[in-house]
Each structure stands twice: as C-alpha cells, then as structure tokens.
C-alpha cells in the first residue's frame, strides 16, 4: 500500500533544565510524521533522537525524512536502516496507528516513576509529585561530589514516605569505586532503592556485571541497552538484571516485540521527552511487554509546559 508521507521539524523548551552526567539539555528536538491512506485515514508518529545514548542526530534525520518521497510504501517503512533507530520507532509507530483500531486509549493511569532534577532541588519536587499521586521516584546522580550526593540521599529517604521507592539515574557518570560506594548505600536501604541506574560507561559491561553479583542492590543498564542491537548483545553477553528501554530510541517496534517474546528479560520502559505523540506509542509498547508490574518511566510532564495538541491541526 502507498501512504502520503510529510513531516515537521519541532522543537520544546523545558520548563527547567535537564541535567544530568551528559551536561545540560535545554530543548527537545523531535519530527513529527505524517501518514494518510488510500482511505483517508490519518496517523502520527514521532521521531526524537537522543545521539548521547547512540541513536541519530536529529540532523540525521530530517536528512533521511527528506531524501524520501512525498508517497512511501510500507517497504520503505520496513527498511529503515538499523543506524536510524529513532526513526525506525516513528515510522513504525505512524504505520501501526494507520492499521489498527483508531479507539481512543488513556495510559493516564498506568503507575509512573517521576523524574527528579539533580541535587538538593529534589528533595521539595519529590513531595510536590508525591501529592500528585507519585510513588516511586528518579534521582539523576554522578553530577555533583559524591558525598554531597550521599547526604542528599540520606536525607531524602529520611523525609519520604515509608511506601516510597527510589531509582538513582548515574547516566554512565561513576568510577568503579564510586560505583561500588553506592551501591554499599544502597544495600541499606533495601526497602527504599529500587535499583541503580547505569552506573559505569557503556565500555565497563564486565565491571556492571562483576558489580551486579556482589551487592544486592540491582543494577539496571540504560545507555549499554539504548538500542535493539545493543539490548541483543548484553543479553548474549550474559546480562539477567533489569534493562531499561526508551522505545523512542530503541529502534524497530515489531523486532522488540519479537525479542521480548522470545526472551523474558526484567525490563523498565522510558520516556525520551517525547510529545504526546510518541508518548502514546511508547506508551502501547510499554503495557503490551511489560512483565513485573515496575513503574514506567513517564513521569516526566513537569518538565514541560501543558502540551496542546492542536498543532496536529496545522500539519
């Protein structure tokens, strides 16, 4: 089948700064793709890179939304390169919308993790999302000195309420000794850590998987995971802790769906500050393969102003 193919280059400020072990990141860039039938039929699909973690510029891909056609086939969809993972995700993602069901679902009140900001400045934003109905929560570390963070810590589980849960997010950002200092924290607090985030570069997956058999605390892997192909290889490469995975970066949705099929991994789904757009297709993802009732990644609207979707309108 042909479908009319047209796509929009956008951009949203945060409301505050993410930051995090990468540095600091201001504005959300993304694509937003559109896809019509023969029938008329309309749908939407998002394209958000994050290069940080191994996806594509955003530069790289309005460079392939433009060498396309104005009529694309589902052939092209399928063929997406793999080094293209965030658009694989949104091509994928409009084709699926055009061929289901188009029956309004609300994700509204799956169970969300909530994105903390670095530092002291957590600690008021944790109670304000708790009144918003949070209850499990994520601390970005690695950015500032360690025992500064630790104190932070100390303090924030001191203050939280006794059914609250933590993940701390070190975004590749900690030494092997740091790791191994945190995760001796974390081991005191067993009912409160949920797990420790990515603590070492993506090239120390031996240390990672050394670390993860000495201490209790689990550790789940975020940018060693960031795409399909990667996810694959530190699965073959032993990995049986938690993998997070950002559906709109991962790449194929049909060939993620396969893998998780196959091969019942522990998996916690995350969001890469995409528009509502890519947020329900994540979304969809999300609640089709998880399997251990953990806390979604989600929780990350506050970062934004409200989102209109009358932009659709216009394009």
Not at 97 to 111: A, G, I, R
Not at 304 to 314: A, M, T, Y
């Amino acid at each position: 089948m042909v479908y009319q193919f047209f796509f929009k280059y956008i951009q949203q400020k945060f409301v505050r700064p993410v930051i995090t072990n990468h540095g600091i990141w201001e504005t959300r860039e993304s694509i937003i793709i559109r896809l019509i039938d023969m029938n008329n039929n309309v749908a939407f699909g998002e394209v958000s890179p994050i290069p940080g973690f191994g996806s594509e510029t955003i530069e790289q891909a309005l460079d392939f939304c433009r060498q396309l056609p104005t009529e694309i086939t589902s052939d092209i969809i399928f063929n997406v390169p793999d080094n293209l993972p965030s658009c694989q995700f949104g091509f994928e993602s409009a084709l699926d919308n055009l061929q289901e069901d188009q029956e309004f679902k609300s994700y509204e009140n799956l169970n969300y993790s909530g994105l903390l900001p670095a530092g002291k400045d957590a600690i008021d934003q944790c109670f304000i999302l708790w009144e918003q109905g949070y209850k499990t929560f994520k601390w970005k570390i690695g950015v500032a000195e360690v025992n500064t963070e630790i104190e932070i810590l100390k303090l924030l589980i001191s203050q939280l309420p006794s059914s609250a849960k933590l993940r701390l997010d070190a975004n590749a950002g900690l030494s092997y000794n740091d790791s191994k200092l945190w995760l001796k924290i974390c081991d005191q607090f067993p009912k409160k850590i949920e797990f420790l985030e990515q603590p070492l570069s993506v090239d120390k997956f031996a240390e990672m998987l050394e670390l993860s058999n000495i201490y209790h605390t689990k550790i789940a892997l975020d940018e060693s995971v960031a795409t399909l192909q990667q996810l694959k290889e530190c699965y073959q490469r032993g990995w049986r802790g938690i993998f997070v995975i950002k559906p709109g970066i991962v790449g194929s949705p049909s060939k993620l769906k396969k893998f998780c099929q196959q091969y019942q991994i522990d998996m916690v789904f995350s969001s890469v500050f995409e528009t509502e757009v890519g947020r329900k297709a994540a979304l969809k993802l999300a609640v089709e393969l998880s399997n251990n009732n953990r806390a979604l990644g989600f929780g990350v609207s506050h970062y934004f102003k409200e989102q209109k979707s009358n932009w659709l309108e216009n394009l």
